[in-house]
């Protein structure tokens, strides 16, 4: 069983932007109304959906279990594990990459991220948080390593080392 200090939960989801906020607000809102008068309604619901949904991970340390979790406006979906021995938390960047299509061109944009796993068995993981901010990422990962007493090891620079 893990060896956990702090009692109580831990909620990260990744911050939804404004404008995917607004937009995807106004589309549920747009879309509920359109179903009483056509069909697109549930087209601009899902498109709603897809804007408003969020991933994260909750942590349970009373029952002991964790949670990958998908969010909509604050409501969150995912089955419940139990939290295995935890050995380290670690903080890594990578690039995030997106393809922009038009009929005639694409293109890739990277973007910087940092991930923040929890290593347990050697070499197995939980992939618990992704965010662009660097100290978001940090301010999780020792909310995380005060609640299971673990290192942090910090792989965001070329030469990790342990915090």
Do not use: C, H
């Amino acid at each position: 069983m893990p060896n956990i200090q702090l009692m109580g939960k831990i909620e990260i989801n990744r911050k939804l932007p404004v404008w995917k906020l607004v937009l995807g607000s106004l589309a549920l809102i747009v879309g509920v109304i359109s179903l009483f008068s056509s069909f697109k309604g549930f087209l601009l619901i899902g498109m709603g959906v897809f804007l408003l949904l969020t991933e994260g991970s909750e942590f349970d340390f009373k029952k002991e279990e964790y949670r990958k979790t998908k969010s909509i406006l604050g409501v969150s979906f995912g089955a419940w594990k139990p939290i295995p021995d935890i050995e380290y938390v670690s903080i890594f960047k990578t690039n995030e990459n997106t393809t922009l299509r038009s009929r005639t061109a694409e293109a890739n944009v990277a973007k910087e991220i940092f991930k923040l796993n929890l290593f347990y068995d050697t070499n197995k993981k939980i992939e618990a948080y992704s965010t662009y901010n660097k100290k978001d990422a940090f301010t999780k990962a020792r909310e995380i390593s005060r609640s299971l007493n673990i290192d942090i090891l910090d792989a965001t620079e070329r030469e990790s080392k342990w915090l």
